[in-house]
């Protein structure tokens, strides 16, 4: 599959997922640099106990392995609640650009968060009992390209 082919294939879903599975906590971020400051924010997974455990975590990365960022799946016991971050590094940390961040929640309405940030995407919800999947996506300020991560197989289930 070509890589235009992908950008496409990868929008098109955020947008399947932002219309037809409902929104759950879409909110624009603020400068948080680290997990940790996304974590207690408002704006992140707004977990004020500051309590996560990372489930998952892997690159946000183009087809030729340029790496944008980090996407990760958190959970907050205390919260009952998972949230999937796409946390900008290197060249695009605190550049705008387009950044979205998709949880996936068995039998339940999506949570995501598109738009131009500088720095993170983030959308959390209650999850227990229930198996998820996540999605990042980070594009570069002129659209050029995207790099992607998550996990697109359920996991973490209960």
């Known amino acids: 599959m070509r890589f235009s082919a992908l950008r496409g294939a990868a929008l098109a879903v955020l947008a399947l997922l932002f219309t037809a599975g409902g929104v759950l906590g879409a ?19 707004d977990w004020p106990n500051g ?14 392995g340029d790496r944008f960022g980090t996407a990760y799946l958190l959970w907050n016991a205390q919260y009952q609640q998972n949230c999937a971050v796409a946390l900008k590094t290197g060249s695009l940390h605190g550049v ?4 979205a961040a998709s949880l996936q929640i068995e039998g339940r309405p999506s949570a995501i968060d598109m738009d ?15 198996c998820v999947r996540y999605q990042a996506l980070i594009e570069t300020p002129n659209l050029d390209r995207t790099a ?3 996990r697109n197989t359920w996991g973490n289930c209960g």
């Open 51 to 64: 309590n996560y455990s990372v489930l998952h975590s892997g690159p946000i990365e183009t087809n030729d």
């Open 27 to 45: 909110a624009a971020p603020a400068s948080a640099h680290s997990i940790g400051q996304v974590v207690v924010s408002a704006e992140g997974c």
């Open 96 to 99: 705008v650009s387009w950044t």
């Open 148 to 150: 992607y991560g998550g």
């Open 116 to 130: 131009y940030y500088a720095h993170y995407a983030a959308a959390s919800a209650e999850a227990a009992d229930r």
